[in-house]
């Protein structure tokens, strides 16, 4: 099975350009997280959601960032306009439903490397 | 709001020794997860541990979930190089989907 899919791996943009971060969760997963890592600040949850409703968007840092999930193979989270503290990795993770009797095991994708110029 | 710190923030030790790092919390935790992350790549689970006072060993690592559940410990035997990469815990609530991570501590095994 292929796990999750993010794109790109890494992307280098200019100050006040919108990016867009794109994640293909696992088939049959009900829940998508979105986080962001960085030295400073660890691994910090931005969003999640429910089968495509977004639950949780606490973490979210300002309303330059958004996220959607049109569709339960597809999530995006887009950054606009982008600034230079926005560098960082960008995790995209899925997992099952713990009301299911699973132990909230989240997959994670290989991340996003975005650097802002 | 719950909070998961772990210690040592980092590590650095020689190849041969033993290591425990600690995730302590105030709060309670239906059960907790150990990842391990290498660089350029998404945590990975470890293991999870469920029970109050649950001790569960892969290979050369034991994990130990606290009585109270709020605390756990991640020991490591005779430390390779291999086991170099940084160390997260993550609580989870009651049904929330959600994970508390904590902090992460960076472990490196010098030969």
């Known amino acids: 099975d292929a796990g999750v899919i993010q794109s790109p791996r890494h992307e280098v943009t200019e100050m006040g350009q919108e990016v867009t971060l794109r994640c293909k969760p696992i088939?049959?997963?009900?829940?998508l997280f979105w986080y962001r890592q960085t030295m400073m600040r660890g691994l910090e949850l931005l969003i999640y959601?429910?089968?495509?409703?977004?639950?949780?968007d606490s973490g979210m840092p300002e309303d330059r960032f958004s996220a959607k999930m049109p569709n339960a193979s597809f999530s995006t989270l887009k950054i606009q306009p982008s600034e230079p503290r926005d560098s960082a990795v960008y995790f995209c993770?899925?997992?099952?439903?713990?009301?299911?009797?699973?132990?909230?095991?989240?997959?994670f994708g290989p991340g996003t490397r975005l650097t802002v110029l | 709001t719950q909070l998961l710190e772990q210690s040592p923030q980092f590590l650095s030790i020689q190849e041969g020794e033993n290591l425990t790092v600690y995730c302590n919390s105030s709060?309670?935790?239906?059960?907790l997860q150990w990842y391990r992350q290498e660089p350029g790549e998404g945590p990975v689970l470890l293991v999870t541990?469920?029970?109050?006072?649950e001790v569960k060993k892969l290979k050369r690592l034991t994990f130990q979930f606290g009585d109270a559940r709020k605390d756990s410990s991640l020991h490591i035997t005779a430390a390779q190089p291999g086991d170099t990469g940084l160390y997260l815990c993550?609580?989870?609530?009651?049904?929330?989907?959600?994970?508390?991570f904590g902090q992460g501590t960076t472990l490196q095994v010098k030969p």
């Open positions: 541990v469920v029970t109050g006072g």
């Open positions: 088939s049959g997963h009900d829940y």
């Open positions: 993550a609580g989870a609530g009651s049904n929330t989907g959600k994970l508390i």
């Open positions: 959601f429910n089968n495509n409703v977004p639950i949780d």
């Open positions: 993770a899925s997992s099952l439903d713990p009301g299911q009797g699973s132990t909230d095991t989240q997959y």
């Open positions: 709060s309670v935790f239906s059960s």
